[in-house]
């Protein structure tokens, strides 16, 4: 494959998540309801595309997802939802870097990116980084898209977009993007194996 650009989303990807365990136990919602609802809640974009405050967001969750819980806790909460890298993360991107440019489209808040710059090396490891709460655009809208393509500068079919959620993965391909579902840092060395990257 013809392949420059390796774009990364994060969590769920090269980032440990939790907090869905927490959100089940706060409600009265399965994995996939509320999976489901956070996708299209628009409390969630307005906070991650960086148009609400933290107390907002806090606030707005417990009742949109009528949580039992109060928004102080909830914060507290998903301030440690990202556990940290999958293993061997670091390695693998510093195995790559030297072939390919790689970067990260994640859609993400100032809150867990405070947390990426602080406690990891992640960011560092990167090339370039495209966050949500930056751009004030997230996936899957294609503006986004065309926003990383336009910036890196290279074709869309040499960019190999893996993501863990099927939606953001078809609008890559609606894009001109080669994207793969991807879940986990086994799922991200399987795909550049099978395409032999």
Known sequence: ????????DLG???????????MMAWSRLDEDEIWHRWLTSRTVRQFESGRSRTE??????VAEFDLETTPEAFIEAFIAWPRGLFDGTIELLDSLSGRYHLSCLSNTNHLHWARFERETKL???????????QLGMMKPDIEIYTH???QLGVQPARILFLDDN????DAAR???MHAELTRGLTGVTRQLSRLGL
Do not use: Y
């Open 1 to 8: 494959m013809d392949i420059e650009v390796i774009l990364f």
């Open 12 to 22: 769920g990807v090269l980032v440990e998540l939790t907090g869905v365990g927490t």
């Open 56 to 61: 907002d967001f806090a606030r707005d969750m």
């Open 123 to 133: 960011l560092s490891s990167l090339h370039s980084h495209f966050a949500s709460h």
């Open 148 to 150: 990383v393509i336009e």
């Open 166 to 169: 099927q939606m953001n993965v």
């Open 174 to 176: 609606s894009a001109g």
